[in-house]
């Protein structure tokens, strides 16, 4: 709050983030009742993938365009897009022509630049503060984001009681475009540091996580945890409307207690450089996935949804650590393609399990699909915990820098954490 830059881009970064809360909820509400009955399921897989699937393409496929692009500039684009595209929504809704095959489509677009968008925010924040700050500063921002969860979802339901689910996309769209004047009028462009060279290929990013074995390997990890959480995101809608016969308010519960949850999460990750980050983060996965089992277990509703909120305060760590080891071991010029990298090979995970969905939900139902994303999140976490108890004590020495997350400048702590996009 006292670095003039950033306190002019924490309030629009908040309404944008209040904004996305209240997608959360209307997405795929809206996909529910475009899709024709009989394949909702397959539809609302598609639509929730294509909220965020565009977005790994885009951090592959537009490197050579937007990699000499200030970081100002890269958040300002991407939130420019995503308030037109999602905007178009609500328009072509209210006209009558809003197909389920356009609404696939505009949010594939509205999201072709998000990848670019968070590397450019994280990237402020590595270049506006000092080195020792950059957990606060990455905590800041996860907790305004969980905030949001927690605001968002209640507002939702009273827009979709009263305009129905196009019309909260219209407030979000709207809230995008605040974040983009944020950021491309508000940033001056002599207020951000800038590296002395930048001549890194498209493909530094990758080559960077590729050098640093610590950061692949958590990256594959990360990788398997959030494709295995993707069902959840059609798996869940479809439990409460199928299932329960529950209205939006049910679905609004269930993602504002996992809101909660992350914001205790968000106020906890400061205190998690005194842990040791590897058993940390292995704990984390295993917690989540056997706090997601009640939902498929037919425990009752208050049960899961207390439940969802615990898995929420496990959530946020994810974000801030592994953001964190990147912004301190990435060189500053390359900086934006490893966050942008990072963020497309984690972003593509989520999409990939949710489209999975649509025939897990065809096969076991949203009861069954529920189940058995939380047991193999569990399980991914005992099979790591067992990958790291069969180290060599060489191996196991090796992390000097674990308990207190440091790492050295421009290398990576071999045993640090790990790595996560919110959805």
């Known amino acids: 709050m006292s670095h003039t830059t950033l306190r002019r881009v924490l309030p629009g970064f908040a309404v944008s ?19 024709p009955a009989a394949d909702r399921g397959i539809w609302v ?15 592959l496929l537009l490197g050579r365009f937007l990699r000499h692009r200030r970081p100002a500039q890269l958040a300002g684009w991407d939130a420019a897009l995503r308030a037109g595209a999602l905007g178009a929504i609500p328009v072509l809704h209210a006209a009558g022509v809003l197909g389920i095959q356009g609404y696939v489509a505009l949010l594939a677009l509205s999201s072709v630049l998000h990848s670019w968008g968070q590397a450019g925010i994280y990237t402020l924040i590595a270049r506006l503060l000092p080195e020792r700050d950059h957990l606060a500063g990455n905590a800041v921002l996860s907790g305004i984001g969980s905030i949001a969860t927690v605001v968002g979802p209640p507002l939702a339901t009273l827009l979709i009681v009263f305009g129905g689910p196009a019309t909260v996309l219209a407030v979000d769209a709207t809230t995008f475009l605040v974040l983009a004047l944020t950021f491309l009028w508000g940033v001056p462009k002599d207020g951000v540091p800038e590296p002395d060279q930048d001549q890194a290929s498209r493909t530094a990013g990758f080559a960077v996580i590729r050098r640093i074995p610590a950061l692949s390997g958590l990256l594959a990890l990360s990788f398997v945890f959030f494709f295995l959480f993707g069902p959840v995101y059609v798996a869940l809608p479809l439990h409460v409307s199928d299932d ?21 999460g968000s106020v906890l990750t400061g205190f998690l450089s005194t842990w040791r980050l590897w058993p940390t983060t292995v704990g984390i996965v295993i917690g989540f996935g056997s706090l997601m089992l009640p939902m498929g277990l037919g425990a009752p509703t208050a049960v899961s949804v207390v439940c969802f909120g615990l898995a929420g305060l496990l959530w946020p760590p994810y974000s801030s650590l592994s953001t964190t080891l990147f912004q301190r071991s990435a060189p500053s010029a390359v900086l934006p393609q490893a966050l942008a990298a990072s963020s497309a090979v984690r972003v593509l995970s989520v999409p990939l399990g949710t489209a999975l969905a649509g025939p897990l939900v065809a096969t076991l139902g949203p009861v069954g699909t529920l189940r058995l994303s939380g047991a193999a999140i569990a399980v991914l976490g005992l099979t790591a915990a067992a990958a790291l108890a069969l180290r060599t004590p060489e191996q196991r020495r090796r992390p000097s820098r674990e308990t207190t997350g440091e790492a050295p400048r421009g290398t990576a702590a071999m045993d640090d954490e790990d790595a996560r996009p919110h959805p």
Do not use: H, P, R
């Not at 904004?19 to 009742?33: P, T, Y």
């Not at 598609?46 to 951090?59: D, E, Q």
């Not at 329960?244 to 205790?264: D, E, Q, R």
């Open 17 to 35: 983030s209040v904004g996305d809360g209240m997608a959360v909820v209307a997405v795929s509400w809206l996909a529910i009742e475009l899709a």
């Open 45 to 59: 897989a598609l639509a929730a993938a294509a909220y965020t699937l565009s977005g790994a393409a885009g951090a």
């Open 244 to 264: 329960l016969g529950a209205s939006a308010g049910v679905l609004a519960a269930f993602y504002t207690a996992f809101g909660i949850g992350a914001v205790l």
